[in-house]
T-cell receptor
Framework: DGGITQSPKYLFRKEGQNVTLSCEQNLNHDAMYWYRQDPGQGLRLIYYSQIVNDFQKGDIAEGYSVSREKKESFPLTVTSAQKNPTAFYLC?????????FGPGTRLTVL | GESVGLHLPTLSVQEGDNSIINCAYSNSASDYFIWYKQESGKGPQFIIDIRSNMDKRQGQRVTVLLNKTVKHLSLQIAATQPGDSAVYFCAETGAGNNRKLIWGLGTSLAVNP
């Protein structure tokens, strides 16, 4: 059953701690993306990767880091430098233009 | 700057009526447009897409219209059902190798029984 998985669904962290969000896809897609969504808002691009071992900053990359060591995986680390990390994080992948989304991770920083 | 925007942030319709959600874009070089539906607490789901060489495309109960003259995109939902209640996003992709989606702000559709 092909798709994108994100884990965990809900994540709680203390302020000042780094946290890594998982994103895995078995669709054999080359490109992967991370978005942030705040309540009642649209999607803002954090980072994207068009191929393994390569990634680019999106519109709001400050305070975040990523890696793309494997085609299937694109983990996102929310660092302590991110001033307002509480949000809904969405991962997506694509081979052509249509992006396929995971179920999201809701991160709450206490 | 280049952007995709929506005319209406919220739309309320009666069950069974047709819904029309509008979207404006500013990049005349965009060649691909897509609509997503997002239910509360979930990831966006693909609804329908259209390329710039087309004016209209139909799916099951949904139709997307593209007017390149005025840079306008619309999503029509026929016989709207309570399950259609969600936020709808339009997005565009520019020409060239960078195929990032540029997202609109979203329209919340509420279907009244």
């Amino acid at each position: 059953d092909g798709g994108i998985t994100q884990s965990p669904k809900y994540l709680f962290r203390k302020e000042g701690q780094n946290v890594t969000l998982s994103c895995e896809q078995n669709l054999n897609h080359d490109a992967m993306y991370w978005y942030r969504q705040d309540p009642g808002q649209g999607l803002r691009l954090i980072y994207y990767s068009q191929i393994v071992n390569d990634f680019q900053k999106g519109d709001i990359a400050e305070g975040y880091s990523v890696s793309r060591e494997k085609k299937e995986s694109f983990p996102l680390t929310v660092t302590s430098a991110q001033k307002n990390p509480t949000a809904f994080y969405l991962c997506a992948s694509s081979q052509l233009d249509e992006q396929f989304f995971g179920p999201g991770t809701r991160l709450t920083v206490l | 700057g280049e952007s995709v925007g929506l005319h209406l942030p919220t739309l309320s319709v009666q069950e069974g009526d047709n819904s029309i959600i509008n979207c404006a874009y500013s990049n005349s070089a965009s060649d691909y447009f897509i609509w997503y539906k997002q239910e509360s607490g979930k990831g966006p789901q693909f609804i329908i897409d259209i390329r710039s060489n087309m004016d209209k495309r139909q799916g099951q109960r949904v139709t997307v219209l593209l007017n390149k003259t005025v840079k306008h995109l619309s999503l029509q939902i026929a016989a709207t059902q309570p399950g259609d209640s969600a936020v709808y996003f339009c997005a565009e992709t520019g020409a060239g190798n960078n195929r990032k989606l540029i997202w609109g702000l979203g329209t919340s559709l509420a279907v009244n029984p």
